[in-house]
C-alpha cells in the first residue's frame, strides 16, 4: 500500500488560492508557466466578476494587474504572449480577445488534488 502525503492550506486569500492551484497543476503539464507568469495568470483569475463583465482582459483589469504586480504595460503584453503560444490563453483571431483556458480555474472554494507517480522496475 503507497505511503500518501496529504497536506491541507487554509484560509488563502483569493488571490493566494488561486496561485496555489496554478502552481500545483504547473507542475503536472508538459509546458510549465514561469513564476511570473502564474502571478500574471492568477491576477487575472482573481478579478471581482463585476469588473471582468464579458472580457476578463479589458484594459481597466489589465491597469489593475499591471499595478498590482509592478508592470509595465510591454511587459504584460510579453507574458501574455508568451502564455498564448504556451497555449493556456486562446485568442480570437476575429474579436482579439483573449480567454483562460477552462481546465485552469479552480473550484470556487475548494480544490482537492490526487496525483499518483509510480517509479519503473528495474
Known amino acids: 500500500m503507497p505511503r500518501i502525503i496529504t497536506k491541507a492550506l487554509n484560509d488563502l486569500s ?12 504547473n507542475q ?5 508557466l514561469s513564476n511570473k507568469e502564474l502571478e500574471v495568470l492568477a491576477a487575472f483569475m482573481d478579478q ?4 471582468v463583465s464579458d472580457d476578463r482582459f479589458n484594459p ?4 489593475d494587474v499591471m ?8 511587459g504584460l503584453s510579453n507574458h501574455l504572449r508568451s502564455m498564448i503560444e504556451k497555449g493556456f490563453l486562446d485568442k480570437s483571431d476575429i474579436t482579439k480577445r483573449i480567454k483562460i483556458k477552462e481546465f485552469l480555474f479552480p ?12 517509479k519503473k522496475n528495474g
Open 60 to 63: 481597466i483589469v489589465r491597469k
Open 14 to 25: 483569493s488571490y493566494d488560492y488561486t496561485l496555489k492551484h496554478l502552481a500545483i497543476i
Open 28 to 32: 503536472l503539464l508538459p509546458t510549465q
Open 107 to 118: 473550484q470556487e472554494l475548494v480544490q482537492g488534488y490526487q496525483i499518483k507517480i509510480e
Open 67 to 74: 499595478t498590482r504586480l509592478n508592470l509595465s504595460s510591454g
Open 48 to 51: 471581482p466578476r463585476e469588473r
